[in-house]
């Protein structure tokens, strides 16, 4: 086990909703990386947090946000939820310190299904 | 950015043979390059990860090797066991100022029959 946690495990939504998936880093860690797993693919890299601020976006649009907390846990909402949405999303922690990245370690992931 | 291709995208062994996973990358500035193993229903696990200035890293049965000149690295895993069956992702990391995002293979479907 990592101690990277999240939450939920699984989430039904519809097409236009909006959702917030949670993330609990592994203690010491300062660092969220938050990745879109469609099925049968390789995580896709959405955002990562450093001291609450976004460190470096890959290519989702701004109806994806994030937020870390002074805890280092973390947030990732998606607005206007489409069918395309549907994935297992991972939220990943590691320490930065200013060097080199350190490895990321990987949570269980959030289940979500768009109906 | 950084593009991972991975090889093959399944492959079957059977019991104490040797496995073979092959990953190029685009991006020669690419300094970090992990290997996580996924089982069903739950989130990659680190197996093994290797650095720029390092050519190849052994940790029991799992080895990584690295040739940067020709932009590849691979993962063997000796020995192995039906538990080994899982698919097996590369990733490789590139220092930029877009976060140190992981760009991750499409991965490696193995199975180990005994």
């Known amino acids: 086990e990592t101690g990277v946690t999240q939450s939920p495990t699984h989430l039904i939504k519809t097409r236009g909703q909006q959702v917030t998936l949670r993330c609990s880093s592994q203690?010491?860690?300062?660092?969220v990386s938050w990745y879109q797993q469609a099925l049968g693919q390789g995580p896709q890299f959405i955002f990562q947090y450093y001291r609450e601020e976004e460190n470096g976006r890959g290519n989702f649009p701004p109806r994806f946000s994030g937020l870390q907390f002074p805890n280092y846990s973390s947030e990732l909402n998606v607005n206007a939820l489409e069918l395309d949405d549907s994935a297992l999303y991972l939220c990943?922690?590691?320490?930065?310190?200013?060097?080199?990245?350190?490895?990321?370690?990987f949570g269980p992931g959030t289940r979500l299904t768009v109906l | 950015g950084e593009n991972v291709e991975q090889h093959p995208s399944t492959l079957s062994v059977q019991e104490g043979d040797s496995a073979v996973i092959k990953c190029t990358y685009s991006?020669?500035?690419?300094?970090?390059f992990p290997w996580y193993k996924q089982e069903l229903g739950k989130g990659p696990q680190l197996i093994i990860d290797?650095?720029?200035?390092?050519g190849e890293k052994k940790d029991q049965r799992i080895a990584v090797t690295l040739n940067k000149t020709a932009k590849h690295f691979s993962l063997h895993i000796t020995e192995t066991q039906p538990e080994d069956s899982a698919v097996y992702f590369c990733a490789a990391s590139l220092p930029s100022n877009s976060g140190y995002a992981l760009n991750f293979g499409k991965g490696t479907s193995l199975l180990v029959t005994p």
């Open positions: 203690s010491g860690h300062n660092t």
């Open positions: 991006d020669s500035a690419s300094n970090y």
């Open positions: 290797i650095r720029s200035n390092v």
């Open positions: 990943a922690s590691s320490i930065l310190a200013g060097g080199p990245p350190d490895t990321q370690y």
